[in-house]
C-alpha cells in the first residue's frame, strides 16, 4: 500500500517500524520513503516535437526489444536512437524515440512508470529533440543518412 503522510514527523514514525513483524506473525513490514517523489520534473516539449526519452532499460534488451515494446503499446515509431558504449557497443539504458503522430506519443507517454525486462521505465519528452520543420530527424532507423 502507499501511504502519504501529514507531514514529516509522521513518515520517520513509520519509517521506525521497517522490518518489525506484522501482526505478530511471520510477516514483515518493508516501509520506504518514496524517492521518485523528489525526483525532478520532466522537461517540457521541445516545439511540436514527436521524439521522447526512454531511460532505466536494461542493458540485455536489444534495439528490436526497445522497437518491439512501443509498438506493442500502440506507438508508431519513425526511429529509434539507441545509445551504446563506443567500446562495446553494449546498450546504455537509454534512448530517443521519434514517433508517428500525437496519438502514438501519449501513448509513450504513459509508458512512464511501468516495466520492461523488470525495470520501471523512465520516458519523458526529449531534452535533445531535433527541430525540423518537418518533424523527421533526418536519419534512417539504421542510423544511416536518407
Request: net charge positive.
Amino acid at each position: 500500500a502507499f501511504v502519504t503522510f501529514a507531514d514529516e514527523g509522521a513518515l520517520e514514525i513509520a519509517l521506525s517500524l521497517d522490518g518489525n513483524s506484522f501482526s505478530g506473525d511471520d510477516r514483515t513490514m518493508k516501509i520506504r520513503r518514496d524517492h521518485k517523489a523528489k525526483r525532478r520534473p520532466p522537461p517540457p516539449r521541445v516545439g511540436a516535437s514527436l521524439t521522447i526519452y526512454a531511460g532505466n532499460m536494461p542493458w540485455t534488451a536489444s534495439r528490436d526489444d526497445v522497437e518491439a515494446h512501443f509498438v506493442g503499446a500502440g506507438c508508431g515509431v519513425l526511429g529509434l536512437r539507441y545509445h551504446t558504449e563506443p567500446e562495446t557497443d553494449r546498450f546504455r539504458g537509454f534512448c530517443h524515440v521519434e514517433l508517428a503522430d500525437e496519438a502514438s506519443l501519449e501513448k509513450a507517454l504513459a509508458l512512464a512508470g511501468t516495466r520492461f525486462e523488470g525495470r520501471e521505465l523512465r520516458i519523458s519528452h526529449s531534452e535533445t529533440a531535433k527541430k525540423r520543420g518537418d518533424g523527421g530527424s533526418g536519419k534512417k532507423r539504421d542510423g544511416g543518412s536518407r
